[in-house]
Structure formats: structure tokens, C-alpha cells
């Protein structure tokens, strides 16, 4: 199975191209290969699209935590 992966500047954290193997790249001294989740991919085609040229791995991969204030599809039972 074909497997996509951020290769990443150790130095930056920047990502460097996405790469697509059927194995795990080897790590080498300047970059680490970080396995892509759809949502991290998702996230990095909207850096690109919006023109930015330095896309860090920790941008693409931050969680981003529920607004639990509204609640726009509870329901109340009478």
C-alpha cells in the first residue's frame, strides 16, 4: 500500500515535498519523513494554495480544539 509522507527539515521543521512510498523513507541526517493524515494534507493545500512558501510540519499537524459553545444541533426533549 502506498503511503504519502512530509518529508521535513530537521533544522526549520519546514516541509520540505510530500512523498509517496510503499515503505517508510529512511530519517537521514538534515530530514525525517512524517506519515500524512488526510486532515494534515488537507491543511498543507491550503498553505499552498494561499501562496505561502514556508509550510512547517507543526502548522499542518496542530490539533485544533472544539468550540463546544454552540451547540446548533442539540435538541431538547420536553
Known amino acids: 500500500m502506498i503511503t504519502a509522507y512530509f518529508v521535513v527539515a530537521r533544522g526549520s521543521g519546514n516541509i520540505i515535498r510530500i512523498t509517496r512510498r510503499e515503505s517508510v523513507p529512511d530519517d537521514t541526517l538534515t530530514v525525517i519523513n512524517v506519515p500524512v493524515s488526510t486532515a494534515s494534507l488537507m491543511r498543507y493545500e491550503d498553505f499552498l494554495?494561499?501562496?505561502?512558501?514556508?509550510?512547517?510540519?507543526?502548522?499542518?499537524?496542530?490539533?485544533?480544539?472544539?468550540?463546544?459553545?454552540?451547540?446548533?444541533?442539540?435538541?431538547?426533549?420536553?
Open 49 to 78: 494554495a494561499r501562496g505561502e512558501d514556508l509550510i512547517s510540519l507543526q502548522s499542518v499537524t496542530r490539533l485544533v480544539k472544539a468550540d463546544n459553545r454552540n451547540h446548533q444541533n442539540s435538541c431538547r426533549i420536553i
